[in-house]
Nanobody, 119 residues
Framework: VQLEESGGGLVRPGGSLRLSCAAS????????MGWYRERPGKQRELVAT???????DYGDDVKGRFAISRDGSDRSTALQMNNLRPDDTAIYYC??????????????WGQGIQVTVSS
């Protein structure tokens, strides 16, 4: 299953962006979805993760500002980012794990999308 992120770009501090992540095929069951990021000079870190029906978990830096959701379909996830700060500048990666319609397990990462917060 391939994933493709969209919605990144340049935004001013205090602004908002909505990232979306679409899978290349329908999925029988999503077991976990998530967003991670790599800030310049730092290791990949958790932004948000969620198992359907459970309370999402967020990284400490984004609590209260970001929200993860299923994007209205069985193969998409979204990350709403509000009150963005310059230190949110990073490459954002989506993650999706589950079972395909062919009853095969998968765990996939997107290619990453740049988010730049700057005035």
């Amino acid at each position: 299953v391939q994933l493709e992120e969209s919605g990144g770009g340049l935004v001013r501090p205090g602004g908002s962006l909505r990232l979306s992540c679409a899978a290349s095929r329908s999925i029988r069951r999503v077991e976990r979805m998530g967003w991670y990021r790599e800030r310049p000079g730092k290791q990949r870190e958790l932004v948000a993760t969620m198992a359907p029906g459970n309370t999402p978990d967020y990284g400490d830096d984004v609590k209260g500002r970001f929200a993860i959701s299923r994007d209205g379909s069985d193969r998409s996830t979204a990350l709403q980012m509000n009150n963005l700060r310059p230190d949110d500048t990073a490459i954002y990666y989506c993650y999706l794990a589950g079972i395909t319609n062919q009853i095969r397990g998968f765990a996939s990462w997107g290619q990453g999308i740049q988010v730049t917060v700057s005035s």
